[in-house]
């Protein structure tokens, strides 16, 4: 029966991400344990652009300032805030000289804010190696010489990684992990670091490490200017320089509130959506992939007591793949549990997301994000 023909075709794209995910999770680790002092390659520049950070930056500073084992300055961008973002980076540096103030320049035509606060914190920085960190991250005392250990041992140029991401409000639960499960449930690993491919670049904007002269080599965040998803596009500007990029799981040794409430989750992920997913060649096999694997299912088992029996079981089988990934991320990134049990939900939230971002952009509307807009045009341009 046809029925028996969808409840299988449902069960295939579920069991492919779920598959992919288990297996990633063997090469998705935490950095290893910091270097001897002998091996530690060099000190770091810890760069941070704020802009209207106030509520965030203070915590971001006191953890930092616990780092041990690495010599290490914090270099904080205050990017023309409206708030007391600059006052609270102040009174730190004025007890602690390993912390720094700098003011951005104005804002040049074609460059996205946070692109142009990173090119400068790069310039203004001292150190061979730069780890860039978003002002609502907060980093474990060894994370600096954990993610040197895990640059060295990989051999990377530039490495990247997920903290433990904090969510506050059911919707940050609903949606939040799910950026787990599409990196691990659809980017290859192994062949990502077997290739320099650009294709294979992917990374969170929220944590990175880099050898200096390998961004200059790759151009740097100028090479993306334009863009507002830098932990997608610094790392393909780095493959298409012939240059090595990898991943680890930060959970251990970073955590992150990434958005606070609906509205702001909705607009951060939409300003990213049309430069990820929500592009007119991949919107649609990206709707049918996770509509098939990740909602047809549940849709399915609505109709059990109606189902033959071999449609029934092939649905029930595509239902318990669809939540392999998202249970297992609970356990191993201490994910929500009530999000995870709400998968199907979180699909068509997300999906709805990148479709609104689709639209907008189709329509010429420009993206807006810490009280600047960007124009449609302009992102292309990157």
Not at 246 to 260: G, K, N, S, V, W
Request: aromatic share 8%.
């Amino acid at each position: 029966m046809i029925v028996t023909v969808v409840a299988a075709v449902a069960l295939a794209l579920a069991a492919v991400p779920a598959a992919l995910f288990r297996l990633n999770l063997w090469g998705y680790r935490p950095p290893p344990g910091p270097l001897d002092a002998e091996d530690v390659p060099g000190p770091v520049s810890l760069l941070i652009p704020a802009r209207n950070e106030s509520l965030s930056i203070g915590a971001a500073l006191e953890a930092a300032l616990a780092t041990r084992q690495v010599d290490f300055e914090i270099v904080v961008l205050d990017d023309h805030s409206q708030d007391d973002t600059a006052a609270i980076v102040a009174s730190f540096a004025a007890r602690d000289p390993r912390v720094r103030l700098e003011s951005a320049p104005p804002l040049p035509p074609g460059w996205c804010g946070k692109q142009h606060a990173c090119h400068v914190l790069a310039q203004r920085a001292k150190h061979p190696f730069l780890i860039f960190a978003d002002a609502d991250v907060r980093i474990a005392p060894d994370c600096l010489a954990r993610l040197l250990a895990f640059l060295k041992t990989s051999g990377a140029d530039l490495a990247s990684g997920f903290p433990h991401q904090e969510t506050g409000t059911w919707l940050e639960r609903l949606v939040i992990p799910l950026i787990h499960f599409l990196l691990l449930g659809f980017l290859p690993l192994r062949r990502m670091r077997r290739t320099r491919h650009p294709a294979y670049g992917a990374g969170c904007g929220q944590l990175m490490i880099i050898r200096r002269a390998a961004y200059e080599r790759a151009g740097g965040h100028a090479a993306i200017r334009a863009t507002l998803h830098d932990g997608l596009k610094l790392p393909r500007a780095f493959r298409a320089a012939s240059l090595r990029t990898d991943l680890f799981d930060a959970t251990e040794i970073a955590t992150c509130r990434m958005y606070r409430g609906a509205g702001e989750l909705w607009a951060g992920l939409a300003k990213n959506a049309s430069e990820g997913m929500a592009t007119p060649a991949l919107i649609l096999p990206v709707t049918a992939l996770l509509l098939g694997g990740h909602v047809l299912p549940f849709v399915l088992l609505a109709f059990g007591p109606w189902l033959p029996p071999s449609a029934l079981a092939l649905a029930l089988g595509a239902a318990a793949l669809a939540y392999s990934p998202r249970l297992a991320g609970v356990f191993r990134f201490r994910q929500s549990w009530r999000g995870a049990m709400m998968h199907p939900l979180g699909i068509v939230v997300l999906l709805a997301i990148q479709w609104y971002a689709l639209t907008r952009s189709l329509r010429g509307r420009p993206a807006a994000w810490k009280g600047r807009v960007y124009p449609p045009v302009e992102r292309a341009a990157s």
